[in-house]
């Protein structure tokens, strides 16, 4: 019987052994069969032997414009952007500009200022002075007022794409906010609102007091819309407050479409987007079809669609202000269900019932030591695994 098992075992390796000598020699022959790329392969131009020949970069911008250049050419090999472009023909198209066109000043000009501000500053004393003995204050307001007049609207734009607003109001189209809007939901503890920063539904109970600039006799348009909140349709959203028809930045002279409704992200949907969003109008225009009735607590009145009514107004809207912030539920949701809405609330998420305690007894028998920390009153409680 051993020897029986040491025959097979020996035909057996002999056998894998075949199978194997045979795979390296189809693998041998397919590579010397190998034919030759259908073009010229990356970086063949190049010269491994003598490197120190080729032409240096010397700056940044320089090697940033040809590795686009790079980027940008038609290559013989299937790539990752033609099998995206394939499958998706929006993807890669170029988005249209909807909003005011901008007008940069010359850089001469500025660079010009730039150096007559840096030599009057240099003979300053008193400036010298307090540079000297680090008692020199930056004055935030003249930053934040130079930021928004220069890189800002850039730096609100790129913010505006990461958290997809221009993607989801408006698809394939974007625009620059130049007109800097501020939202305020109240004054004492300067809830404000930015881009994207976080805010609670209690605190954007109420409708906030906007400001921005203006010319007189100018007219405009506020859009506050939640991309996220829609129970019923992903495409669509609900429409929190639509003023229009405001003289100059007085929006409380303007003609309210729709009254203001606080947020009410669902329990268990995290958090949503609430972007406000300033339009500027040509002329004066008649929104009588998109009045709500006032008080409006019907949501499929105010089911909405940011892009539809850009359409519909193009002509005389014109996108040039933004700001949005985020929400996600608590307490005062629930409220806004129940007694705004009159409706049940929708939950998406397992609410865990609280742990359950017998009745306590007087005279516990065979409990652990820590037996009355099950029923004390207060919130923490400090008992363990029992």
Not at 252 to 261: N, P, V
Not at 303 to 312: A, E, G, N, Q, S
């Amino acid at each position: 019987m051993a020897l029986r098992t040491v025959c097979a075992a020996a035909l057996r390796t002999g056998t894998d052994l075949g199978v194997n000598n045979a795979r390296t020699f189809v693998t041998t022959a397919f590579l010397c069969k190998r034919v030759p790329p259908l073009g010229p392969m990356p970086n063949e131009e190049i010269d491994v032997k003598n490197l120190a020949s080729i032409e240096k970069y010397r700056s940044y911008n320089r090697y940033f414009r040809q590795a686009a250049e790079a980027r940008n050419k038609d290559v013989w090999w299937k790539t990752y952007k033609s099998y995206v472009e394939n499958a998706d023909s929006e993807h890669g198209a170029e988005r249209v500009d909807i909003g005011l066109p901008y007008y940069q000043s010359r850089r001469t000009k500025e660079v010009r200022k730039r150096r007559q501000v840096m030599k009057e500053n240099k003979k300053n004393v008193e400036l010298e002075r307090a540079s000297r003995l680090r008692t020199f204050k930056i004055p935030l307001d003249q930053v934040q007022e130079t930021w928004e007049k220069t890189t800002g609207p850039f730096h609100v734009k790129r913010l505006a794409d990461h958290y997809g607003v221009f993607r989801d109001l408006f698809p394939m189209a974007y625009f620059l906010p130049q007109v800097t809007l501020k939202v305020c939901y109240s004054q004492d503890n300067g809830t404000h609102v930015h881009y994207g920063n976080q805010l609670a539904p209690t605190e954007a109970a109420t409708a906030p007091q906007i400001s921005f600039n203006a010319e007189e006799g100018s007219l405009w348009t506020l859009l506050l819309t939640c991309p996220d909140e829609h129970l019923q349709d992903n495409e669509a959203e609900y429409v929190h407050w639509l003023v229009g028809n405001i003289p100059g930045a007085a929006v409380q002279a303007g003609e309210e479409l729709c009254h203001y409704l606080p947020p009410f992200p669902a329990r268990g949907t995290g958090f949503h987007r609430y972007i406000y969003v300033l339009f500027k109008q040509d002329g004066p225009i008649n929104f009588q079809e998109n009045i709500r009735p006032s008080p409006c607590h019907s949501l499929v009145q105010r089911t909405f669609k940011t892009v539809d009514f850009y359409r519909k107004y193009q002509d005389n809207l014109t996108p040039v202000g933004l700001a949005f912030f985020q929400c996600q539920w608590d307490q005062s949701v629930t409220d806004t269900f129940h007694n705004t809405l009159n409706m049940r609330e929708p939950v998406f998420e397992f609410i865990r019932p609280p742990v359950y305690h017998p009745p306590q007894v007087k005279y516990p028998h065979r409990q652990p030591l820590r037996y009355l920390d099950r029923y004390r009153d207060g919130k923490e409680h400090t008992y363990g695994i029992y």
